[in-house]
């Protein structure tokens, strides 16, 4: 097994990089390329789902992807302490209908020592936006650029 830098114990600026790595990964939404980052027997909750193991992730977000469509996401670090950290994040998506939504959420992350996320939970609500208020505008076939705010800065 490879390591995945930055590996705990985490320093402000390496959870702040492991955040934004993970965001990068999402906004691919390619399953395989995610799922690379946690255990082979990572444990996830998101919403009201448990599940484990790579082969789960991967199933969970093709079906999550195969229904938020132009998903993006901005995620921010809340807080870190050894191997965990603390995440807020937002991300918007349209459903086939073409009715928009924003996500509100925060995650809890558990690393092993290789920098690998053994556990994730993830508490999410979701807001019907009008499309004039989406805040998310970047391309959807890439990362949220360098210079585009996050969600701090976005006021969010």
């Known amino acids: 097994m490879s390591a995945r830098p930055p590996l705990p114990p ?16 999402w906004n691919t939404r390619d399953p395989e390329r995610v799922a690379a980052a946690y255990t ?41 302490d050894g191997n965990r950290i603390a995440v807020r994040f937002q991300y918007e998506y349209r459903d086939e209908a073409d009715n928009w939504f924003r996500a509100y959420g925060n995650e809890n992350w558990e690393f092993d ?7 994730r939970q993830a508490s999410i609500n979701d807001f019907r936006i009008d499309r004039a208020d989406r805040k998310f505008t970047w391309p959807v076939d890439g990362p949220r650029p360098d210079d585009f705010p996050g969600l701090s800065e976005l006021g969010l």
Not at 113 to 119: A, C, I, R
């Open 10 to 25: 985490f320093t402000r600026e390496a959870a702040a990089q492991k955040v934004r790595m993970a965001e990068n990964a």
């Open 40 to 80: 082979e027997d990572s444990r996830w909750r998101n919403r009201a789902e448990f599940f484990q193991g790579r082969k789960a992730i991967v199933e969970f977000l093709t079906r999550k992807w195969n229904s938020e469509l132009d998903y993006r996401l901005v995620k921010e670090l809340w807080a870190f």
């Open 113 to 119: 020592d290789n920098g690998l996320m053994s556990w």
